[in-house]
């Protein structure tokens, strides 16, 4: 499911079990890293585990890791684990809300703490901990191991060195170490939030509500796995944006714009809130009094931008291998077969410069790449983790996504969006004699096998190809396969919209878009 909201990362305590469908938890709580040196020239023996200490920096990952994970990975694999990783975490997260003229939330979260996935077979677990001490990381992995029914060899057994790769250091390498200390400060945060709600007052008539909202979520990450894997990345996700409710008599409009950054430290007081400002200003004075749609199937036009949350639900997560698992998506036997119309073609893909769903590397250690999905109408290929390239034999795609070290990685969407297309935006609307131009989408909700239904926040009646008056009170109802092959032309005007997307591994950053499409029949919910 993917929403325009805030979100914030849970702060767990706990020791957290996950394997099949269900879940486990010991209430472990743990003091944080207390590593000191150990160095063994000769071969480790299991019996060394107990007394069996590393220095390691507490407050960054980096090359001093090497060491107590390579250890565990070795136990893992000693054990007869066919493939273990480690996933390490620290975060530190801070929001802001100003309701009209006052700031009346500030909300940090600062959060540290390892998962271990133990494959073995067909199956996996993941435990996760928030101590990361050598013992604490021990007594996750030897909770997994147990889980898989692994038992410990006898004390003399030798332990594997596993030889780690050079560290891929994403947050050195692309200058990513500086970014949190570079964000504004609680204060320039709450001083901006209240200049862009007084710009908003100023710009919009019968005000009943304003509020806009920033938050700031800084992540490091460090992969570490008995492939060799061995990987840190630094993640810095903004976000900032209104919401406006206006309201006379009984009119009533309620209208939102969000926007989203990676990697840009100066993102919030860049941003030119006057003209985001007026823009809702527009669209909620126009759906103040529109007329309500009547319902029916229409052909329709939608908009570039967030409108791309269509193809998101709508065929993106039903392209995911956790699906094809579960057998619960009708593409999973359709690649190389004709899936949409012949003029779509979508991609999903971590490179887009600063969009929401952009990362140097997955969370499984994996560079991101553009994954080609959907091609002229045919279906080119899935979006694969390690497990699913594991199960369904689809090849990964950098595309192991989680929310933190809490949840196991799992196939998720980054930067989805359908290509542009050869059409103008012009001869989109030519095309249609009656029908509904879907400027803004809002929420909605998709069953697991495609059906789907959103609401329409901002729409406006189409007859002989011009806009005639705004329209609201609509919702789009329809099924996945059928609307792939009902959007039969594509502007080349693209644009992404940043959202938060949760599925199986928690709530994570991505990106939709697409041009504008043409929808030639769908079924619209009204009065």
């Known amino acids: 499911m993917l929403y325009l909201a805030e979100t914030r990362p849970d702060e767990n305590r706990l020791i957290s079990i996950e394997f099949g469908k269900m879940r486990q938890r010991e209430d472990i709580t743990r003091t944080q890293p207390r590593m000191t040196a150990a160095i063994f020239e000769q071969p480790l023996r299991l019996a060394q585990l107990p007394s069996l200490t590393y220095t390691s920096t507490a407050d960054k990952f980096d090359e001093t890791w090497r060491g107590p994970l390579s250890t565990l990975l070795g136990l893992g694999r000693a054990v007869g684990a066919d493939f273990v990783e480690f996933f390490l975490e620290r975060k530190n997260y801070i929001s ?31 435990v996760s901990t928030n101590d990361l001490s050598f013992d604490g990381l021990r007594d996750a992995l030897e909770k997994g191991l147990a889980i898989m029914g692994l038992e410990m060899p006898g004390e003399s057994a ?28 609680m204060q320039t945060m709450g001083d901006v939030l209240l200049e862009a709600n007084a710009a908003l007052n100023q710009k919009a008539d019968h005000v009943q509500a304003r509020r806009a909202a920033y938050f700031r979520d800084w992540q490091e990450v460090l992969v570490a796995s008995s492939d060799g894997t061995f990987a840190r990345d630094v993640r810095l996700t903004q976000s900032v944006g209104f919401n406006l409710l206006c309201a006379d008599g009984e009119h009533r409009s309620s209208i939102g714009e ?74 999973m036997n359709k690649k190389g077969q004709k899936v949409a119309h012949e003029s779509l073609t979508a991609w999903d893909e971590g490179l887009s410069t600063e969009s929401f769903g952009s990362v140097d590397m997955d969370d499984e250690g994996m560079p991101v790449q553009r994954t080609l999905l959907i091609e002229n109408g045919i279906l080119k290929n899935f979006i694969s983790d390690r497990a699913g390239e594991m199960r369904t034999g689809h090849p990964r795609t950098g595309s192991g996504r989680r929310q933190g070290y809490t949840h196991a990685a799992a196939s998720r969407m980054r930067n989805t969006y359908i290509a542009p297309g050869e059409h103008s935006v012009e001869e989109l ?31 406006y009646l189409i007859e002989d190809g011009k806009i005639t008056k705004p329209l609201k009170g609509a919702t789009l109802i329809g099924e996945a396969t059928g609307i792939m092959n009902k959007i039969s032309m594509c502007s080349n005007d693209i644009s992404l919209a940043p959202g938060f997307c949760g599925s199986v591994s928690g709530s994570i950053y991505v990106t939709v878009g697409q041009p504008h499409i043409r929808v030639d029949d769908i079924t619209v919910g009204g009065r």
């Open 96 to 126: 802001c809300l100003a309701e009209d003229d006052a700031i009346t939330s500030i909300d940090p979260s600062l959060v540290s703490g390892a998962g271990v996935r133990v494959f073995k077979g067909g199956s996996d677990c993941y």
């Open 258 to 331: 969000r926007l989203g950054n990676t990697g840009d430290p100066s993102f919030l007081t860049a941003w030119d809130y006057s003209e985001t400002a007026e823009k809702v200003a527009e669209a909620a004075g126009k759906m103040l009094y529109a007329d309500y749609v009547e319902s029916g199937n229409y052909p329709i036009i939608m908009a570039n931008h967030f409108g791309g949350v269509i193809f998101h639900e709508a065929c993106g997560h039903l392209l995911e291998t956790t699906q094809i698992e579960k057998e619960t998506t009708p593409f």
């Open 429 to 459: 609307f030519a095309s249609v004699d009656k029908g509904i131009y879907c400027k803004k989408m809002g929420g909605g909700s998709v069953g697991p096998t495609g059906q789907f239904n959103f609401s329409v926040d901002e729409a």
């Open 158 to 185: 030798s332990i594997p060195e596993i030889n780690l790769e050079p560290l891929r250091d994403y947050g050195v390498t692309r200058a990513k170490d500086n970014w949190l200390a570079s964000c504004p400060s």
